[in-house]
């Protein structure tokens, strides 16, 4: 069965950097869910995305921005990176009229230099 | 407010050992969802059960099986005989119902229950 995909799996950055995760969610899958993860730590929250709108959204930096395409992928772009922001970044997808259950994606490790 | 309790910081087993994992959850919605999802060292997120509010049935698949007990708010998760790769980070998880309906809400994790199984 087809899964979260992510890309890059790995990326290394050096302060003050841009960065740009993407997701491709399950298909007709239509929800997507960014999380982060630091090193010993739970998965937090950061926004989701609902039919390409935005439902939710968490303790995410402003700093940070994400959208929804029309094919439902997605991108977080992160900005001015600082060495705080690195960690493991996690989408995950569900569908609200299947299955609502997070599937998730095998993560994105982002390091900031 | 929303909150997952796991106070198991690290467990360790020999292998063929019986172990339960707890977890302890906060809400004041009636309807909300228990998740587990298992880490390993890979470090992947592994779903592995969904529960709602309303359906308080034992689970077993296989080794596995859970307990759901509205009464003291848990949802234990007890591994039989395990196994060396059971060894991972299990983390619990809840959900309030999503403004869309079901569980589409976040997901409020547990810091984690860290399980080692010795051969």
Request: hydrophobic residues 30%; contains cysteine.
């Amino acid at each position: 069965a087809a899964g979260v995909i992510q890309s890059p799996r790995h990326l290394i950055k050096e302060k003050r950097e841009t960065a740009t995760l993407k997701c491709y969610p399950i298909p007709r899958h239509d929800t997507v869910y960014w999380y982060q993860q630091g090193p010993g730590q739970d998965p937090q929250f950061l926004i989701s995305f609902y039919e390409k709108m935005q439902s939710d959204k968490g303790s995410i930096p402003d700093r940070f921005s994400a959208q929804q395409f029309s094919d439902y992928h997605s991108e977080l772009n992160m900005s001015s990176l600082e060495l705080g922001d690195s960690a493991l970044y996690f989408c995950a997808s569900s569908s609200t009229g299947f299955t609502d259950t997070q599937y998730f994606g095998p993560g994105t490790r982002l390091t900031v230099l | 407010a929303q909150k997952v309790t796991q106070a198991q910081t690290e467990i360790s087993v020999v292998e063929k050992e019986d172990v339960t994992l707890d977890c302890v959850y906060e809400t004041r919605d009636t309807t909300y969802y228990l998740f587990w999802y298992k880490q390993p060292p890979s470090g992947e997120l592994v779903f592995l059960i969904r529960r709602n509010s309303f359906d308080e049935q034992n689970e077993i698949s296989g080794r596995y099986s859970w307990n759901f007990q509205k009464s003291t708010s848990s949802f234990n998760f007890t591994i039989t005989a395990s196994q060396v790769v059971d060894s991972a980070v299990y983390f619990c998880a809840l959900s309030e119902e999503g403004n869309y309906g079901g569980a589409t809400n976040k997901l409020i994790f547990g810091t984690g229950t860290l399980l080692a199984v010795q051969p």
